[in-house]
């Protein structure tokens, strides 16, 4: 059985004290699982300090993004070499970077054949705008966005991939709605789906396909619910040890009920 995994996206909040703060409360609210996995994605500054601190048995440390190229005239940037010995994954594709920074579906490509490339473990989001959605192009933009961000990997890689749906308009941020989990199942066996076609079985069995989109402490369980779903991407409700150790808890409860079954 593939394990959970829970993800914090820390985003552009809190300062490297403040995030050392947010880890010591997380560390003493939140127990060792054995079947669910933690992870924290803090700046790009706390990364290095939180990394000497952080306890690897409970969580796991990812970027929120990372250059493609390992080392050159690149001023500004941090290659995903250089992070390599400090993280397990990288977030690549997040609706933000794709909006904000325009990033293309080959530049999203590029970063998870370098995340590959350096052992780090790539969670790829792709997601639908409200635009997209309401014309019924949901299946025909999350295929371009997969086919795309993948066609460097080979099988072998999937064992390590992370898929986020994170629908768009269904964003906080961008002033979402919540999507029905009924729906989100559906989408999430076609991601699997399209993995197993161009992938073959396996690759689509060992992959981990989590939900992304306002998962708070009240949301999160209809979404670990699914069938088929590995997890979630959250976001400001990471920022709020209470809620983020709820969550924790919501995920330890589905799982056991799923290794009971």
């Not at 299946?139 to 994170?166: I, N, P, R």
Request: proline residues 2%; contains cysteine.
């Amino acid at each position: 059985m593939r394990k959970l995994l829970i993800a914090a996206n820390w985003k552009m909040n809190l300062n490297t004290h403040q995030s050392s703060n947010l880890l010591v409360n997380l560390d003493k609210n939140i127990k060792l699982h054995r079947n669910i996995e933690i992870v924290l994605a803090p700046s790009m500054l706390s990364i290095q300090p939180l990394s000497l601190m952080l306890d690897r048995r409970k969580f796991r440390l990812a970027a929120q993004d990372g250059f493609y190229v390992d080392q050159g005239a690149y001023t500004g940037e941090v290659s995903l070499a250089m992070m390599r010995e400090l993280i397990h994954y990288v977030i690549i594709g997040h609706s933000e970077r794709r909006i904000y920074f325009h990033e293309s579906l080959d530049t999203i490509r590029d970063k998870v054949a370098a995340a590959a490339r350096n052992d780090i473990s790539p969670i790829l989001c792709i997601g639908e705008t409200k635009r997209e959605h309401e014309a019924g192009e949901t299946k025909q933009v999350l295929h371009d966005q997969l086919v795309t961000a993948v066609s460097d990997l080979t099988s072998g890689d999937f064992e390590k991939v992370v898929v986020v749906y994170e629908p768009v308009w269904a964003i906080s941020t961008f002033d979402g709605e919540l999507a029905d989990p009924d729906q989100v199942q559906g989408i999430i066996k076609y991601i699997r789906d399209q993995i197993g076609s161009l992938y073959g079985n396996k690759a689509a069995e060992v992959c981990r396909v989590l939900y992304g989109g306002s998962v708070d402490d009240q949301t999160a369980a209809a979404y670990l619910k699914i069938d088929g779903c590995d997890g979630c991407l959250v976001g400001g409700a990471s920022l709020n040890y209470q809620k983020f150790s709820n969550i924790i808890k919501l995920a330890e409860a589905v799982q056991y009920e799923r290794l009971k079954g």
